[in-house]
C-alpha cells in the first residue's frame, strides 16, 4: 500500500539561483510541527538548509544549483510521506471505546421509548461488552471491579430498572473512555521528551559533504548540521557558528550560540547557522537515544507505589462484595446491592499512581532532569543522605590556568601560556581548551611549529625553530621524554597539595615550566546544599581524591557533613556500601567513569550532564543541564509528586468509602451512584494528570 503524501499543495512563490520558497499545506492529521518539516526538507538531496514560517505557511529551501534544482526539490517533498506517530505503549483510546459511548448513550435515551418486549433485549445489547469482559475477567483473573459492575447492571436488569442499567452501562463506557484518555495523556506526555532525529546525515569525508544513512555514522566522523536540522549525535563543535534551540534536552527555552569547541547535544535544533560537529557519540548512544529508551522504559516499569495501590484495590474488591451481599440481607433491598456494586476502588488507586509519575516525570524531562522510571523518582524521595563526588559536580569540572611558572629566564610566565596554546589549540582535551582560554586572555603571539603529535593519555609535541617541544604528564616528560623534574620538586609539592592538575613542558630537552590549573566551585553549590537541607536532607558529604586539607577547606565552605578525601577509585563504592549498612538511603551525585559503581550501588543515583558515558548508564537519574541546582530540583519534584501521589490515594479510599457507605444505607440510589463513583474517579485522574505537571 503506497503511503499518502505528507504535502497535499506546494505553491511556489519566489525561486532565485540556490533558493526557492513554497507556500504548504500538510495532509490532516499529519505533523504540521516548523521543526519536522524543516527537518524533513533539509534532509533532501542537494538541500543545505531550509526553514519554515508556520505562520504564513512558508518554507525556504537554499540548495547546491549544482546537484539539484527546484523542481527536483518539489517532486521530492510531494513524495515524502508523513513521519509515523509516537509509538504507543498502550492501544489508545480508538474508534471502538468512542462507538461504545456512542451506543450506550443513544440506548439511554431511547429505551425509555420502547415497548415493554424490546427493553430488556435491548439494555442486554447495550451491556453486552460490560458483561463479556466481566465473564472473562472472573474466568481469568477471578472477582474484580469489572465482575462487581456486571452484576450491578444484572441486577437492574432484573428488576427491569432500565434506567439505571443503562445509565450505569453509559457512565461507565464514559469513565473507561476518560481515564484511558488521561492515562494514554500521560504517556504522550513522556513520549514528547523523545525527538526523532533524520534517518540521513550529512558527513563530510575528504572534504566533500556525503549524505550518510545515520546508522553508518561513526565516533570520529565530522557531521555538518543547518539550519531547521535536529542534530543526530553529541559531538564538539569543530567550525561554523549556530543558534540551537536546547529546549528539548536541557529545558531552557532561550537558544544558546554554538562556536568551535563548544558542546552540543543530540536531539537538539539549530535555528539558525551552520556547523561542523565532531562526532563523539552515535546512535544508540546519544543522549536522544538514550532518553528514548529511558521513556519506554518507563512507561512499562511499575514503582513500589502503584504495586502496593494495585494490591490494596484487589484486596478490597471482595469487601465491596461482601457489603453488598449484607446490605441485601440485612434490607432485602435489590437496589440498595445495586448501588453498592456500582462504587469500588480499583478504577481510581490503580489508575492515579501511574498517571500521576508519569506526569511528573514528564515535567522533569522539561526540566532538565530525566527519571528512569518511577522507582527512581519514588526512591529519589526516600533518600536522607546526599553523597557527592567532587570533581565535576560540586566543582565545574571546567579547567582554569591558575598559574604559570618560567623555569628558563628565555621565556615570561604568558610566553609559556602561549607557547602551550600555539601546539594545544589543535586538540580538544578540557587541559588544551583551558590553556587557550588562558592564551587568548594574555593576548599572546602565536608559535610557529611544526604538525602536532598527539600521544593518547600522555601530551602533545612538536617542533618550534627546529627544538622539540612537549607539553604534557610528568610521566610523559620524565620517563618518555628523559626531561629531569627532581630539582623543581618542592614547586610541584606545593602546587599539587594546592590540588592543582600540573602540565610540564619541555624544550629542547629541558623543563622549561609549568602550568597549573584548578577548576572552582560552581556558584550555586552552597545553594544547593542548603535547598537539599531544607528538603528533608538529614547529611550531606563529599568523596574526593583530593589532598585532606583541599577537601576539608570546601566542605567548610559548603557547609558539608563531612568528607573522605584521597580515595581510590574503588574507595568511593566501599563507603556507599558502608553507610547503607548502617540504614542510610544514599543519593550519590558523580560523573566520572569511576564513580560507576557508586551510582549503581546507592539507593538512587544521580549522573551529571557531563559526565562520563558508563556514570549516565549506571545511575537512576540523568541530568539534562549541567547545572547542580537540577540536584535539588530533582528532589523537589520528587518529593511533590509523593506527596500528590498520596493525596489521590487518601482521595481515592476516602471518597469511594463515602459513596459505599451512603449506598449501604440507601440514601444513594445505582443511577447516583454512578455518577459519583465515576465523576469521582475522573476527577482523582485528572488531579494526578494536571498536578504532575505543576511539580
Given at each position: ?104 448513550l443513544i440506548t439511554l435515551l431511547a429505551t425509555q421509548r420502547l415497548p415493554e418486549t424490546l ?27 469489572h465482575v462487581l459492575e456486571a452484576l450491578a447492571v444484572s441486577i437492574s436488569v432484573a428488576r ?536
Amino acid at each position: 500500500m503506497t503511503q499518502e503524501s505528507w504535502f497535499v499543495r506546494l505553491e511556489r512563490l519566489h525561486e532565485t539561483r540556490g533558493r526557492v520558497r513554497w507556500r504548504y499545506r500538510c495532509r490532516p492529521e499529519t505533523p504540521q510541527a516548523a521543526k519536522d518539516i524543516s527537518l524533513a526538507a533539509s534532509n533532501l538531496p542537494g538541500a543545505v538548509n531550509a526553514r519554515v514560517n508556520a505562520a504564513a505557511r512558508a518554507l525556504i529551501v537554499e540548495f547546491d544549483a549544482g546537484r539539484t534544482d527546484a523542481d527536483a526539490l518539489e517532486a521530492g517533498l510531494l513524495a515524502l510521506g508523513a513521519p509515523p506517530p509516537l509509538r504507543s505503549g498502550k492501544n489508545g483510546t480508538g474508534a471502538a471505546e468512542t462507538r461504545g459511548v456512542i451506543a450506550s448513550l443513544i440506548t439511554l435515551l431511547a429505551t425509555q421509548r420502547l415497548p415493554e418486549t424490546l427493553k430488556t433485549p435491548v439494555t442486554l445489547a447495550a451491556a453486552a461488552p460490560l458483561l463479556a469482559h466481566a465473564l472473562t475477567e472472573l474466568r481469568e483473573s477471578g472477582l474484580t471491579s469489572h465482575v462487581l459492575e456486571a452484576l450491578a447492571v444484572s441486577i437492574s436488569v432484573a428488576r427491569k430498572d432500565y434506567l439505571a442499567a443503562n445509565t450505569t452501562t453509559f457512565m461507565l463506557a464514559l469513565g473507561e473512555y476518560l481515564e484511558e484518555s488521561i492515562a494514554r495523556r500521560s504517556e504522550e506526555l513522556l513520549k514528547h521528551l523523545v525527538h526523532p532525529v533524520s534517518d540521513e546525515v550529512w558527513v563530510e569525508r575528504d572534504g566533500t559533504e556525503i549524505l550518510t544513512p545515520a546508522g553508518e555514522v561513526q565516533v570520529g566522523d565530522t557531521v555538518v548540521a543547518a539550519t531547521g536540522t535536529v542534530i543526530p549525535i553529541d559531538g564538539t563543535v569543530l567550525g561554523g557558528e549556530a543558534t540551537i534551540n536546547e529546549a528539548s534536552m536541557t529545558g531552557e527555552s532561550t537558544p544558546v550560540v554554538k562556536v568551535r569547541g563548544d558542546a552540543v547535544l543530540s536531539g537538539t535544533l539549530i535555528e539558525e547557522g551552520r556547523i561542523r560537529i565532531y562526532a563523539e557519540h552515535v546512535g544508540g548512544k546519544t543522549a536522544a537515544a538514550r532518553i528514548a529508551e529511558y521513556v519506554e522504559q518507563s512507561l512499562t516499569a511499575k514503582s513500589e507505589a502503584q504495586l502496593q495501590a494495585s494490591r490494596l484495590a484487589d484486596r478490597l474488591v471482595p469487601a465491596v462484595l461482601g457489603l453488598a451481599g449484607a446490605s441485601f440481607v440485612l434490607t432485602q433491598d435489590w437496589e440498595r446491592t445495586a448501588s453498592v456494586l456500582q462504587a469500588d476502588y480499583s478504577c481510581a488507586l490503580k489508575l492515579a499512581t501511574p498517571v500521576a509519575f508519569k506526569s511528573s516525570m514528564y515535567s522533569a524531562g522539561k526540566n532538565g532532569i530525566l527519571f528512569k522510571g518511577a522507582t527512581a523518582l519514588e526512591r529519589l524521595a526516600e533518600a536522607d543522605t546526599f553523597v557527592f563526588d567532587k570533581t565535576g559536580t560540586l566543582t565545574t569540572g571546567l579547567l582554569e590556568v591558575t598559574d604559570s611558572i618560567a623555569l628558563d629566564e628565555a621565556f615570561t610566565p604568558d610566553d609559556l601560556i602561549s607557547l602551550a596554546a600555539s601546539v594545544e589549540e589543535h586538540y580538544f582535551h578540557p587541559l588544551a581548551i583551558a590553556v587557550v582560554s588562558a592564551a587568548r586572555a594574555v593576548h599572546g603571539r602565536h608559535f610557529d611549529h611544526t604538525e602536532v603529535e598527539f600521544v593518547v593519555a600522555h601530551g602533545v609535541a612538536s617542533e618550534i625553530d627546529g627544538k622539540r617541544i612537549v607539553i604534557g604528564s610528568r610521566h610523559f616528560i620524565e620517563e618518555d621524554e628523559g626531561i629531569d623534574v627532581a630539582e623543581h620538586e618542592p614547586t610541584v609539592k606545593r602546587l599539587y597539595r594546592q590540588g592543582k592538575t600540573l602540565l610540564y613542558i619541555g624544550y629542547g630537552g629541558a623543563l622549561i615550566g609549568l602550568l597549573a590549573l584548578k577548576d572552582h566551585l560552581r556558584e550555586n553549590s552552597a545553594e544547593t546544599v542548603r535547598r537539599l537541607r531544607a528538603l528533608g536532607a538529614r547529611r550531606i558529604l563529599m568523596l574526593t581524591g583530593d589532598h585532606r586539607e583541599r577537601a576539608a577547606e570546601l566542605a567548610g565552605t559548603l557547609g558539608l557533613d563531612g568528607f573522605h578525601a584521597e580515595l581510590l577509585p574503588t574507595d568511593k563504592a566501599a563507603i556507599i556500601e558502608k553507610m547503607k549498612a548502617d540504614g542510610a538511603r544514599i543519593a550519590f551525585i558523580g560523573d566520572g567513569i569511576n564513580d560507576a559503581p557508586a551510582l549503581s550501588g546507592a539507593h538512587v543515583g544521580i549522573a551529571m550532564q557531563k559526565g562520563a558515558d558508563i556514570a549516565r548508564m549506571s545511575a537512576d537519574i540523568a541530568l539534562l543541564e549541567d547545572d547542580i541546582a537540577r540536584v535539588a530540583d530533582a528532589k523537589a519534584i520528587a518529593a511533590r509528586a509523593m506527596k500528590l501521589i498520596d493525596t489521590d490515594y487518601r482521595l481515592a479510599v476516602g471518597l469511594n468509602t463515602a459513596i459505599l457507605g451512603a449506598a449501604a444505607l440507601g440514601v444513594l440510589k445505582p443511577i447516583a451512584a454512578a455518577t459519583l463513583h465515576n465523576g469521582t474517579t475522573i476527577g482523582i485522574l485528572l488531579n494526578a494528570l494536571l498536578g504532575g505537571r505543576k511539580v
